[in-house]
Nanobody, 120 residues
Framework: QVQLVESGGGLVQPGGSLRLSCAAS????????MAWFRQAPGNERDLVAT???????KYGDSVKGRFTISRDNAKNTVYLQMSSLKPDDTAVYYC??????WGGGRVVYWGQGTQVTVSE
């Protein structure tokens, strides 16, 4: 079994910053890509950013230049540094990882989600 545990969400004012973390634990052999998605009420879950095992990154158009994804392979952890936050960034943020597990093959996992609210 593998668990993805997110942390770092909360309430922040427009223009502020937050850093999200997501740590994978359990039967983690190696991790292929890691990613962040977000879902606002009434909306579909959208891709925010991805990062490969080699460090290549991609971003959704709405967050380019404001958000930075990074990972610590030794800690099986992915981060999302969010800056210049806007009210439209308000959503539940989900961690996603493509993991080669010990004895279970290659599986895509989701975290439980962490709320980010951008408001005065």
């Amino acid at each position: 079994q593998v668990q993805l545990v997110e942390s770092g969400g909360g309430l922040v004012q427009p223009g502020g910053s937050l850093r999200l973390s997501c740590a994978a634990s359990g039967s983690v052999g190696s991790i292929n890509y890691m990613a962040w998605f977000r879902q606002a009420p009434g909306n579909e879950r959208d891709l925010v950013a991805t990062i490969t095992s080699g460090g290549s990154t991609k971003y959704g158009d709405s967050v380019k230049g404001r958000f930075t994804i990074s990972r610590d392979n030794a800690k099986n952890t992915v981060y999302l540094q969010m800056s210049s936050l806007k009210p439209d960034d308000t959503a539940v943020y989900y961690c996603n990882a493509d993991i080669n597990t010990w004895g279970g093959g290659r599986v895509v996992y989701w975290g439980q989600g962490t709320q980010v609210t951008v408001s005065e």
